[in-house]
């Protein structure tokens, strides 16, 4: 008990964090997504010195356009897999009925290269081909190298587009608050800017831990990246407002 423990450990299997392992990469990926690519509008709109107003109408076309955007090819993506997976395995399933010797001898192969040899290789290759379910499930991992996709598109999907909006949406609170109830002497950016690098900070930290990386560096990369991107878009924005303002 104590060695599974230990190696659930190293393999991040542990903690409750590990039951929504399925679907934390895509929260990971959609929220870095939803709060650099909104906090780079806000930063652009700072930079050409917009109105609170054009700033939320700017970062919520963003939210709802580019998630749904994100979250539709996700689906997309995680649909075709399944697809793909199952597409070859019949054809395997096919080759085992039709071409049964040819693939016996595959199998024997597969595990020769994997050091089986004499009687014991071929103890391997009866037991396997005795069950034909597990006879194709060898070829796809073993020869085709293929793993069933076992997430759902549909959450893939509505997993995306939440982290998405509610990441995203940081960067835009200060902003609605503003239009609400006006924040007389506050740099508006400045405080989006705070909350922005918290989200980054957090994200950071999550990524490091799907990637199974140094927090440190998981953060610094998030946070790197973030920067870079706001840095552009306010300078654009200023450039354009410079230009034609």
Do not use: C
Request: aromatic content about 12%; charged content about 20%; overall charge negative.
């Amino acid at each position: 008990m104590a060695l599974k423990k230990r190696e659930d450990k190293i393999h991040g299997r542990d903690g409750k964090i590990f039951q929504f392992q399925d679907y934390l990469g895509e929260f990971v990926y959609g929220g870095i997504d939803g709060s650099v690519t909104t906090f780079a509008v806000v930063a652009g709109a700072a930079g050409a010195g917009l109105e609170s107003s054009i700033v939320i109408i700017l970062g919520f076309a963003n939210l709802i356009a580019d998630g749904f955007s994100m979250s539709v090819g996700s689906y997309l993506s995680t649909k075709s897999e399944i697809q793909n997976y199952e597409k070859h395995k019949k054809i395997e399933y096919w080759e085992v009925d039709h071409l049964p010797e040819k693939e016996r001898e595959e199998i024997r192969e597969i595990y020769a290269a994997k050091g089986f040899e004499g009687e014991l290789l071929e103890k391997v290759v009866e037991t396997i081909t005795a069950n034909k379910d597990r006879w194709v499930d060898v070829m796809m991992k073993e020869e085709l190298e293929m793993s069933e996709e076992n997430r759902s598109p549909i959450k893939m999907a509505a997993t995306t587009f939440a982290s998405f909006v509610v990441l995203g949406f940081i960067p835009l609170f200060i902003y609605i608050l503003d239009y609400f109830v006006p924040l007389v002497n506050l740099n508006l950016f400045l405080v989006s800017s705070v909350l922005t690098t918290f989200v980054f900070i957090g994200i950071g930290f999550l990524k490091s831990y799907v990637t199974q990386t140094n927090h440190i560096r998981g953060i610094f990369e998030t946070l790197l990246l973030g920067g870079i991107a706001a840095v552009l878009a306010y300078f654009v924005g200023d450039v354009l407002e410079q230009l034609f303002v």
